[in-house]
C-alpha cells in the first residue's frame, strides 16, 4: 500500500485543523467558551480577556479531556484557560473528573464535587 493511502484517513483524535467540519465547530463553541467564561477552569484564577497570544496569560480554550484521549469539540469539554495553564496540562486527563478509586476489588468513579462548578 502506498503512503499516500494513510494520508486521508481519519484518526479518533484528528485535529479540528484537519476537518474543516470540526474546525466550524470549535471556532463555534470557542467564541461561546470565550463569550461566557472568565475564570481558567485549570488555576481557577480569572483570566483577562485583553491580553493576546503570545503573552502565557492570554485566554485559550482548553479540552478537558484531550482530543488525543478521545475527547470531543463539544461544550462540556472545553473550558476557558490562560495560555500558560493549557501549555502545562498539555495531553494530561483531569485528575478530579476521571480519577477512579479501588474499593473492594470494584473500580468506583470518584464522586465530582459539582459545587465548584
Known amino acids: 500500500m502506498s503512503k499516500g493511502a494513510f494520508q486521508n484517513r481519519p484518526t479518533a483524535h484528528q485535529r479540528p485543523e484537519a476537518d474543516p467540519a470540526r474546525r466550524a465547530l470549535f471556532e463555534n463553541n470557542k467564541k461561546i467558551i470565550l463569550a461566557t467564561q472568565s475564570v481558567c477552569g485549570i488555576c481557577g484564577q480569572p483570566v483577562d480577556k485583553s491580553l493576546k497570544y503570545p503573552d502565557p496569560m492570554s485566554p485559550t480554550v482548553d479540552h478537558i479531556i484531550p482530543c488525543s484521549r ?48
Open 70 to 117: 478521545g475527547g470531543s469539540d463539544d461544550l462540556d469539554n472545553l473550558q476557558l484557560a490562560h495560555r500558560k495553564c493549557n501549555r502545562l496540562k498539555s495531553d494530561k486527563m483531569p485528575d478530579n473528573k476521571l480519577q477512579k478509586k479501588s474499593s473492594n476489588n470494584n473500580e468506583l468513579p470518584q464522586s465530582v464535587n459539582w459545587r465548584t462548578f
